[in-house]
T-cell receptor
Framework: SQQGEEDPQALSIQEGENATMNCSYK?????LQWYRQNSGRGLVHLILIRSNEREKHSGRLRVTLDTSKKSSSLLITASRAADTASYFC????????????FGGGTRVLVKP | DAGVTQSPTHLIKTRGQQVTLRCSPK?????VSWYQQALGQGPQFIFQ???????QRGNFPDRFSGHQFPNYSSELNVNALLLGDSALYLCASSLVADYEQYFGPGTRLTVT
């Protein structure tokens, strides 16, 4: 079974708007990571947030983590057409060689 | 510095055949993980190699096997291909003690 589940499954916005997606997970974590995937190709690592952090920023990305609710959110501000992609949250399982467990992803379409 | 590379990019096989996919890790990385991503889903962990041995394995049958070479590159072999094996196969490399994994562009396998 998947550790993380993203919500919504799909999101369509206009260029310049903000995009927010959420991730819920089941077990305790050391960190949570967000990845982007363009057109079914390789995953690009966006940001890692550790379990003792509540918020982290990277450029136009803002990630929050609420370990009490076992949830995280990814906010993309001032979206661009190039942000059109699928976004996945993933959690590593340290006892299993840091293998990543992924959710089903959120497909984001940014319309120009 | 080359990132993770995978070959071939695309592959079409017939049911019952065997296939070998290849991966070269990012320079300096010693651990290689393989993931299967079915269309519209998140990646699923297949197995991980470190020091030329399989360290962790996901819920995949024995038809899926792998190998890691002394130069840290890796192969994924799938025997007796099924239609359901059609997917994007992703390779990721990391340092054994590091959480961040770097993904290659993937190999798209189609089984007819």
């Amino acid at each position: 079974s998947q550790q993380g589940e993203e919500d919504p499954q799909a999101l369509s916005i206009q260029e310049g708007e903000n995009a927010t997606m959420n991730c819920s997970y089941k077990t305790s974590i050391n960190n949570l990571q967000w990845y982007r995937q363009n057109s079914g190709r390789g995953l690009v690592h966006l940001i890692l947030i550790r379990s003792n952090e509540r918020e982290k920023h990277s450029g136009r990305l803002r990630v929050t983590l609420d370990t009490s609710k076992k949830s995280s959110s990814l906010l993309i501000t001032a979206s661009r057409a190039a942000d059109t992609a699928s976004y996945f949250c993933a959690t590593p399982i340290k006892a299993a060689g840091n293998k990543l467990t992924f959710g089903g992803g959120t497909r984001v379409l940014v319309k120009p | 510095d080359a990132g993770v590379t995978q070959s071939p990019t695309h592959l079409i096989k017939t049911r019952g055949q065997q296939v070998t996919l290849r991966c070269s890790p990012k320079s300096g990385h010693d651990t290689v993980s393989w993931y299967q991503q079915a269309l519209g889903q998140g990646p699923q962990f297949i197995f991980q190699y470190y020091e030329e041995e399989e360290r962790q394995r996901g819920n995949f049958p024995d038809r899926f096997s792998g190998h890691q070479f002394p130069n840290y590159s890796s192969e994924l072999n799938v025997n007796a291909l099924l239609l359901g094996d059609s997917a994007l196969y992703l390779c990721a490399s990391s340092l054994v003690a590091d959480y961040e994994q770097y993904f290659g562009p993937g190999t798209r396998l189609t089984v007819t």
